[in-house]
T-cell receptor, first 114, second 112 residues
Framework: GAVVSQHPSWVICKSGTSVKIECRSL??????MFWYRQFPKQSLMLMAT?????????EQGVEKDKFLINHASLTLSTLTVTSAHPEDSSFYIC??????????FGPGTRLTVT | TQLLEQSPQFLSIQEGENLTVYCNSS?????LQWYRQEPGEGPVLLVT?????EVKKLKRLTFQFGDARKDSSLHITAAQPGDTGLYLC????????????FGKGTKLSVKP
């Protein structure tokens, strides 16, 4: 139980284009989903928290107009990186919670912007 | 701002040795989770501790939550190469909406 999937697992895009990453909870309803960014050999950095049907809450320093988050259902959240630049290249990981204090993580999406 | 200090940051040991990873904070957490992450993959939840003084065992891994719920430790007995990975502790602040505060991680390498 508590499986979270992410799609795509890796993506390469050109600078200036937008990329959408999907996060799905496969066997439970996720009242809250979280988006993290992880740089090589570093820990996870929380970008934003989203509750189903509500606007996402972004962490300080994260541009909400650049990283668009939609949590339209209890099993799906999307992160869209708009007008991507090489510095946006990173490992993006989502997690989902069913309302308890535990988070279940997706396998991550490796984004490379050329 | 709540912080979770994790140590050591790097650990390289021989197969069969024991090791302990620590997470410390000056703040109280309602729960604390330990995760293990392989390169290029998402973190996998190992255990959640909730009660002060709680001890949980997962095969050769022993997790302990401090009495005051401000610190936790992970002890691995007779480490094996398969234990190699990044170990992350994460705490849920009291009154938070499920947000986790992550330690910086411990990169463990177990050599055969």
């Amino acid at each position: 139980g508590a499986v979270v999937s992410q799609h795509p697992s890796w993506v390469i895009c050109k600078s200036g284009t937008s990329v959408k990453i999907e996060c799905r909870s496969l066997d439970f309803q996720a009242t809250t989903m979280f988006w993290y960014r992880q740089f090589p050999k570093q820990s996870l950095m929380l970008m934003a928290t989203s509750n189903e049907g509500s606007k996402a809450t972004y962490e300080q320093g994260v541009e909400k107009d650049k990283f668009l988050i939609n949590h339209a259902s209890l099993t799906l959240s999307t992160l869209t990186v708009t007008s991507a630049h090489p510095e946006d290249s990173s490992f993006y990981i989502c997690s989902a919670s069913d309302g308890t204090y535990e988070q279940y993580f997706g396998p991550g999406t490796r984004l490379t912007v050329t | 701002t709540q912080l979770l200090e994790q140590s050591p940051q790097f650990l390289s040991i021989q197969e069969g040795e024991n090791l302990t990873v620590y997470c410390n904070s000056s703040s109280v957490f309602s729960s604390l989770q330990w995760y293990r992450q392989e390169p290029g993959e998402g973190p996998v939840l190992l255990v959640t501790v909730v009660t002060g003084g709680e001890v949980k065992k997962l095969k050769r891994l022993t997790f302990q939550f401090g009495d005051a719920r401000k610190d936790s430790s992970l002890h691995i007995t007779a480490a094996q190469p398969g234990d190699t990975g990044l170990y992350l502790c994460a705490g849920a602040a009291i009154g938070s909406q499920g947000n986790l505060i992550f330690g910086k991680g411990t990169k463990l390498s177990v050599k055969p």
